[in-house]
């Protein structure tokens, strides 16, 4: 694989360190207290994969060189399991309820929100990290009040849950005895069995015109055609392995790191901020990372586990 540039990853999803001026975290509590445990079965719900050989990659004139696309290569994976859907807001905080977990952006005390989904007076007020003018640090900004105080997941309960770090995701998953997918895992199943299509569905982005995913729509980053944000993590059709949303809504956090430097982990499967305007990486082939304590209003994740 063509060594990634770890300095790209901004134009997705903002990192921590771009905000220096902002309070540093408090202590991290253990992710499984004693006593805790998970609240659902081992398994249930998930999709039994039998692994396989697949065409992982791309190298085609859609692939961005510099965050480690290609070549394209031949990889095999084992039988595992995999969540149909991101991790919820409703599924997150059973996990918070039963645990004590505080998320780092609730230690740290900000995250990152995209501007256009904020108020006129916090989105010229928050600070903005250099180089994406879009996003703004905003305090108070966490899992539950995802564009500040005054904000909530009431009518989001089904929507993927956001602001959370690659350290969260990976203290979710100790505690509901699964892991996060390896890089490998995530493709192969977005794939749903289609070697070397752009999306989970075929090559065409919309198929009859059909939208098929959440990403921008309109001229990004001023004017949307809807309204920007998640949607239902059950949203549109599934691909053919049972999935939803391999592409858009939110970038999901994977196992492995994004490159051999420093501390940045790899996302995959692009967001609802997505637009080949300037970022083309709602394709299952593309990828990104970011440093693993840092957390954004379009970064969640979904969980995998052994066959």
């Known amino acids: 694989m063509t060594t990634p540039d770890p300095s790209t990853p901004a134009c997705c999803a903002a990192s921590r360190g771009g905000a220096h001026a902002l309070s540093p975290p408090a202590a991290r509590p253990p992710s499984r207290p004693a006593g805790a445990r998970r609240s659902a079965p081992y398994g249930e719900g998930m999709i039994l994969l039998p692994g396989g050989t697949f065409q992982m990659g791309n190298e085609g004139p859609d692939a961005n060189p510099l965050d480690g696309e290609g070549p394209v290569r031949r990889v095999r994976v084992e039988p595992f399991r995999i969540d149909p859907f991101a991790v ?6 059973r996990f918070v309820k039963a645990t004590g977990y505080r998320t780092e952006a609730a230690r740290y005390g900000w995250s990152y929100v995209f501007q256009g989904l904020l108020p006129p ?8 990290p250099s180089g994406t003018p879009w996003w703004r640090a905003v305090k108070g900004a966490v899992w539950n009040r995802p564009e500040g105080p005054g904000s909530d997941v009431r009518q989001r309960q089904k929507h993927p849950v956001v602001h959370v770090s690659w350290n969260d995701a990976a203290a979710y998953t100790e505690w509901a005895g699964k892991r996060l997918p390896t890089e490998a895992e995530w493709e192969y199943a977005a794939r749903g069995g289609l070697d070397q299509a752009t999306y989970p569905w075929g090559n065409d982005l919309h198929p009859r015109g059909q939208i098929r995913c959440n990403i921008w729509r309109g001229s990004f980053p001023h004017r949307h055609d809807g309204r920007p944000g998640t949607v239902a993590a059950d949203s549109y059709r599934p691909n053919a392995y049972g999935l939803y949303n391999t592409v858009g809504n939110v970038w999901e956090w994977c196992a492995d790191p994004f490159s051999g430097i420093g501390d940045t982990r790899a996302m ?11 970022c083309n990486r709602y394709r299952v082939a593309a990828r990104t990372g970011n440093t693993s304590d840092s957390s954004t209003a379009n970064t969640g994740f979904r969980c995998a586990a052994p066959a």
């Open 268 to 278: 995959r499967g692009g967001s609802y901020l997505c637009h080949d305007s300037y």
């Open 88 to 93: 919820t807001n409703a599924q997150f905080a």
């Open 121 to 128: 007076d916090l989105s010229h007020s928050a600070p903005a």
